[in-house]
């Protein structure tokens, strides 16, 4: 008895009735695996063209199954990656596309798949009829920054792309409409039924196409406090939300008139930007986000890095004046290194990759000093010291910065303060050269010269 005969399925009793040949392939469909087969070639291309494949660098495919959207995928992109955690399966689509170079076939879990060696190449689309028995983890695993992905069509139940969908007003409109919607544009793209399917589903599905919001769209927040007020607010939709979240600060009636909303407001009456500006009212951010202060004042260096003067952000920079900054690079226990993605609020190299932290140094500022207050600033750790790595000389690499790159080690976790930092995660050194060298214009132009810099220093 082979595994599949082992009862894993679950959709009917009788053996010889669940195993079938689909698309040419004899399996027998597994309920734990949400192994519903698409089989209307129709329907399967029409989904395929939605994430408009043909020659973009990079499509991966959640789940490729016996190969229905598979097919009409293969030799349209530059590299296709299918990732099954079936291991029959897996196997099925090795054979099938062996000879098709720009196929790759892995066997691993989407819930869990490390996505990082992904950032290397460039744009990266996902499509998938995903499973419905673990499609919401695998959403959350692909979709939540920092992530690879910038363009996504997902085929799900009806009713959750109903509500990943839903603008605030309409019926399906909750929790999991704010958490997805903060970070991504979700449209409905369309209805498909159960028919289409085998064995087939009890409900219809629908097709989503997903694409990232602008940075810019709303004003910064704290992650964390949001998600935790919104899962707060919707967990009993009834219920008026002064009775589920915590006592805000300066009283019920100031956050209300703030939102121009009456005190007894339910979750569901609020827009998302509206349960922003409620989690900002929660962090005491009142004032609108200011970006970095042109009237800041750096000390003015000369070629030797010896102070000459002190002048204002702004003019330093305009004129083009040598001054100091410190990158640090935070290692954890593993090795690993992390790295951050820029506010979309800086005035230099918006929404790029950077060193873990980064700063220019205050009048009279030693580097040493600067690094351990950037790590706090930027990321909320303390270190009780950092190591000079490499000295960078100010030039063109640098924007005239002479830049000392410092070392920390700390195990993590970070709390990255938004206004300064989007996203970040930890990388090991390998593929940050993988991806420097690939795709230089994904960061900072001072992080990749101190990054050189640095891995030069290493060199025997
Ligand atoms: N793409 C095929 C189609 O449209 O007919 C199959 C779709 S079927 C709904 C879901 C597929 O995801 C199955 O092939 C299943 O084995 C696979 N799968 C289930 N859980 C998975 C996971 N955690 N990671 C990767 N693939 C998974």
């Known amino acids: 008895m082979n595994r599949r005969d082992q009862g894993q399925g679950g959709y009917s009793r009788g053996r010889s009735d669940r195993r079938r040949v689909i698309s040419g392939v004899s399996v027998t469909p597994r309920k734990s695996l949400g192994q519903n087969f698409l089989q209307d070639e129709e329907v399967a291309r029409w989904i395929a063209d939605q994430i408009k494949p043909d020659g973009v660098p990079f499509v991966v495919e959640i789940g490729p199954g016996v190969g229905a959207l598979t097919k009409h995928l293969v030799g349209r992109p530059k590299h296709l990656l299918l990732v099954e955690k079936d291991t029959q399966l897996a196997a099925e689509q090795r054979a099938a596309w062996f000879d098709q170079p720009s196929v790759e076939v892995v066997e691993a879990d989407a819930t869990r798949i490390d996505m990082r060696p992904w950032y290397a190449r460039g744009e990266v689309r996902a ?19 920092p992530t690879p992905i910038t363009e996504a069509v997902f085929m799900l139940q009806k009713e959750v792309c109903l509500r990943l969908s839903a603008p ?13 919607q903060q970070d991504w544009d979700v449209e409905l793209l369309r209805i498909v039924p159960p028919e289409v399917f085998v064995p087939k589903p009890k409900v219809d599905s629908g097709v989503i196409r997903l694409r990232p919001r602008s940075p810019s769209a709303l004003p910064v927040y704290d992650r964390l406090k949001f998600d935790r007020l919104v899962r707060l607010g919707f967990g009993q939709r009834r219920k008026q939300l002064k009775n589920l979240l915590p006592e805000a600060p300066g009283g019920w009636e100031a956050v209300a008139a703030a939102l121009d909303k009456p005190t007894t407001m339910r979750a569901e009456e609020l827009s998302l930007p509206q349960w922003v500006q409620l989690a900002r009212w929660y962090e005491g951010r009142t004032t609108e986000d200011a970006g970095q202060k042109a009237t800041e004042m ?26 100091r900054a410190v990158h640090i690079f935070v290692i954890n226990p593993r090795g690993d290194i992390y790295l951050q993605r820029r506010s979309h609020l800086k005035d230099v190299a918006p929404l790029k990759w950077d060193s873990s932290a980064a700063g220019h140094l205050d009048v009279g500022e030693s580097y040493a000093a600067a690094a351990l207050r950037e790590l706090h ?21 640098t924007d005239n910065e002479f830049v000392e790159l410092r070392i920390a080690h700390h195990p ?8 300064e930092i989007h996203s970040g995660t930890w990388f090991t050194p390998e593929l940050i050269d993988g991806w420097v060298a690939a795709r230089p214009e994904d960061f900072a132009k001072g992080f990749v010269t101190c990054w050189r810099a640095f891995r030069r220093s290493l060199a025997p």
């Open 168 to 180: 605030c007003g309409a019926n399906e409109y909750g929790g999991l409409s704010v958490l997805v």
């Open 298 to 323: 750096f000390d003015v260096v000369d070629e030797n890095n010896q102070v000459v003067e002190q002048l204002p952000r702004g003019e330093v920079h305009a004129r083009g004046l040598r001054h």
């Open 377 to 397: 600033e930027e990321l909320g750790i303390r270190v009780d010291e950092t190591k000079l790595a490499v000295e960078v000389p100010a030039d063109e690499g």
């Open 412 to 419: 993590g976790p970070v709390k990255v303060q938004p206004e």
């Open 127 to 145: 499509i998938s009829n995903l499973p419905y028995s673990v499609g919401g983890e695998i959403l959350r695993h692909l979709l939540t920054p």
